[in-house]
């Protein structure tokens, strides 16, 4: 068990306070009245808890050594909840405990297996979730929502029929006035329909996202977790860096930047982000109530200085740091950019459905949240980093990494990667903590969609040409008739 003379000091890095996990019961105690619990800190194992910006909800697991057959004494049905309370000392952390009125609800019993060392103890995965989970499984909503679009989700996320959550929701005002007619729909899906046409009142953005962190829902922009106030980029929350000496042990603060493990996913996929438009696109729009046929053309480089993104100028929206270089591809004289043709798309634009309300502009949106979602799924970073309850997902992380190259000159390589260190937006965390390893590391999963230091632009032709042929067509039996007369088939 980890202990540490102080909780609110952290002596080490890894270091964690776990004050609670306990099982409360569905069944009550007939004399008493009240629930059957029980402490399982003792025989936990390892703990896993993840929030991420496009699940929704916190979910996670525990890993038990039980001698008691605490699964069947108890049992554990399925119906039972789960207080969990832990962080990184002297930081804010995860209290889902009765007093909050939110303790997490176990749904799942998994991977029951004897201990091979003791033939009465076993092991098993106690899986838990946010409360609100449960009431998006068996609950459908079938009605219309007007207005704000915020005050719709507000509505979903805390009405009976809907998520039936008591928890705080953080929101981003939007600039719309819709009527959203649900379908017999999820209480998430509801939200995820009304959530991709919504636009800030502050930001050009296409899209909002709804998630868990800690104690709060968010509802919000993925340029709002970019931008701070509509005004200004938002400032990290947290700096790693990679360094290949070992820890200090004695500045707990520098250490606690140290990345242990890093890798990238994707950096660079051109023809996947081509043919799925978030470089280039062509949009045709058929209006039913006006009769009117539209052509709309998205071009990535002309639209990047529009938005906030990991990178900026000082604070000010940058111009030219996308990860696509300003360049002419091939003999085209065009840049990949303005191949608006390869992605077509077809939608149906007919905003006045309903009378006093109007649906966004796709024109506005459509197009530009296929590339922003993209570009989040384009530079995907994993880091192993040691446990720190202040960062959540939607943040922004600095992360310094060094130019890969041999031995030699100290000062080339301590130089950072001039494109793929600076800025990056936490998408996803995944907290674990070891009791037996008495350590708390985490995992995070970042994105990326600018690069530090702008690429070169080259708007010259390429000098490569390609070899010309002066006979390109050449009929097939032509050249078996060759072989043939060669007498390439004699002995056969």
Same mark, same amino acid.
């Given at each position: &068990? ?12 890894? +270091? ?53 057959? $605490?699964?069947? $004494? ?33 749904? +799942? ?69 819709? +009527? ?142 996308? $990860? ?18 390869? +992605?077509?798309? *077809? ?10 309300? *109007? ?69 996803? $965390? ?16 970042? &994105? ?14 390429? &000098? ?29």
């Amino acid at each position: &068990m980890a202990t540490i003379d102080s909780p609110n000091v952290i002596s080490q890095v890894g +270091k964690y306070n776990l004050t609670k996990v306990r099982i409360i019961s569905y069944r009550k105690n007939d004399e008493e009245g009240v629930m059957y619990e029980m402490d399982i800190k003792p025989i936990v194992e390892t703990i896993e808890l993840t929030e991420d910006i496009f699940t929704g909800f916190i979910s996670g697991s525990v890993t038990v050594k039980d001698s008691q057959d $605490v699964r069947s $004494v108890l049992p554990i049905t399925g119906l039972e909840r789960l207080e969990l309370s832990f962080n990184t000392p002297g930081m804010p952390g995860y209290h889902a405990v009765r007093d909050e009125g939110h303790p997490y609800y176990i749904y +799942k019993i998994d991977g029951a297996r004897q201990d091979p060392t003791n033939p009465r103890a076993q092991h098993y995965i106690i899986h838990f979730c946010s409360g609100e989970m449960y009431y998006n499984s068996f609950n459908r909503l079938s009605r219309a929502y007007t207005g704000p679009i915020e005050q719709g989700v507000q509505n979903i996320l805390h009405s009976k029929d809907g998520l039936n959550s008591n928890k705080k929701l953080v929101f981003e005002p939007t600039r719309s006035n819709t +009527k959203y007619v649900i379908p017999n729909l999820k209480p998430f899906d509801a939200i995820k329909l009304m959530s991709r046409d919504a636009i800030s009142s502050s930001y050009e953005n296409a899209g909002y996202l709804f998630y868990e962190t800690g104690q709060t829902f968010a509802f919000r922009s993925v340029e709002s977790m970019l931008g701070l106030g509509g005004s200004i980029a938002r400032p990290s929350v947290f700096k790693y860096n990679y360094q290949i000496t070992q820890l200090s042990n004695n500045d707990v603060q520098n250490d606690l930047k140290n990345v242990k493990r890093y890798e990238f996913r994707r950096p660079v996929d051109i023809l996947y982000n081509l043919n799925e438009g978030m470089f280039a696109s062509k949009m045709i729009t058929n209006d039913l109530y006006n009769k009117t046929i539209n052509e709309y053309d998205y071009d990535y480089l002309s639209n990047f200085s529009k938005h906030y993104h990991t990178e900026h100028d000082t604070g000010d929206k940058s111009k030219f740091k996308g $990860v696509l270089p300003i360049s002419k591809f091939d003999n085209t004289g065009k840049d990949l950019s303005q191949q608006s043709m390869a +992605k077509l798309l *077809s939608v149906t634009d007919t905003s006045n459905v309903h009378t006093g309300y *109007s649906f966004p502009d796709p024109s506005i949106t459509y197009q530009n949240r296929i590339s922003q979602r993209l570009q989040m799924r384009n530079v995907n970073l994993n880091l192993q980093v040691y446990g720190n309850t202040l960062l959540h997902a939607g943040d922004v992380i600095t992360f310094d990494m060094p130019l890969l190259r041999p031995l030699g000159d100290p000062k080339k390589r301590s130089k950072p990667n001039p494109y793929w260190s600076g800025r990056y937006l936490v998408m996803a $965390v995944k907290h674990i903590i070891s009791q037996e390893d008495e350590q708390h590391l985490m995992n995070l999963r970042c &994105m990326k969609d600018a690069v530090r230091i702008e690429f070169d632009a080259e708007t010259e032709q390429s &000098m490569i040409t390609d070899r010309t042929y002066r006979q390109k067509l050449t009929n097939l039996y032509d050249l078996d008739e060759l072989l043939i007369q060669d007498d390439l088939l004699q002995g056969l």
